[in-house]
């Protein structure tokens, strides 16, 4: 498949164990963030979304986090399985004129059996 | 099945060769974007539509050019390839960016410039 990085940061966890990914954002305007998984060879794909008037949304399995203050967006995997294993890109999005996503660089999750 | 389809997938290329990237998408979106993927930048917009005929930069456009003349197509166009583009583009799909939707994304163009 392709590589998406070669110095991506990485977190390493067993199965079963709960995974956290943070997202350092950039724009206090942002109002509205997402998640994206990157499987090797393949496209990211959305996980889940958060509006800035909400800290907290989840979905199954996941929860994402957004603390506002300290502009900082989180990923909780609960009982991570080795199909989670990707690349994961939180992405801001905010109006300058126009409206774009901006993403972050990415962070591997490595899942070992 | 919901879709966005890119072709081709790989491509070898000399520096100077006009080529196009095409992608196509089957849900009816009116906004559409290309990116492009690179190691340790993470994924940078090149151009982006908001609808048909309506085309707009945005992060690297440089080199790069873009057509929406139907909906569902958004092809990307290197007039003249150098080397610095050599990257993974992935073309993007929304119905509505930035507001309870979601990007589709296709599976991905690696392109080599030699």
């Known amino acids: 498949g392709e590589s998406v990085g070669l110095h991506l940061p990485t977190l390493s966890v067993q199965e079963g164990d709960n995974s956290i990914i943070n997202c350092a954002y950039s724009?206090?305007?942002?109002?509205?963030f997402i998640w994206y998984k990157q499987e090797s060879g393949k496209g990211p794909q959305f996980i889940i979304d958060?509006?800035?008037?909400?800290d907290k949304r989840q979905g199954q399995r996941v929860t994402v986090l957004l603390n506002k203050t300290v502009k900082h967006l989180s990923l909780q995997i609960a009982a991570t399985q080795p199909g989670d294993s990707a690349v994961y890109f939180c992405?801001?999005?905010?109006?300058?004129?126009?409206?774009?996503?901006?993403f972050g660089s990415g962070t591997r999750l490595q899942v070992q059996p | 099945e919901a879709q966005v389809t890119q072709n081709p997938r790989y491509l070898i290329t000399v520096t100077g060769k006009k080529l196009t990237v095409t992608c196509s998408q089957n849900?009816?979106?009116?906004?559409m974007s290309w990116y492009r993927q690179d190691p340790g930048l993470g994924l940078r917009q090149i151009y982006y539509?908001?609808?048909?005929?309506?085309?707009d930069k945005g992060d690297v456009p440089e080199g790069y050019k873009v057509s929406r003349k139907e909906k569902r197509n958004f092809p990307l166009i290197l007039e003249s390839p150098s080397p610095n583009q050599t990257s993974l583009y992935f073309c993007?799909?929304?119905?509505?960016?930035?507001?309870?939707?979601?990007?589709?994304f296709g599976q991905g163009t690696r392109l080599t410039v030699v």
């Open positions: 849900m009816n979106h009116e906004y």
């Open positions: 993007a799909s929304s119905a509505q960016l930035g507001r309870d939707t979601e990007a589709f």
């Open positions: 539509s908001m609808n048909v005929e309506v085309t």
């Open positions: 724009n206090s305007a942002s109002d509205y």
């Open positions: 992405a801001e999005n905010w109006v300058t004129g126009r409206r774009a996503l901006t």
């Open positions: 958060i509006r800035s008037n909400m």
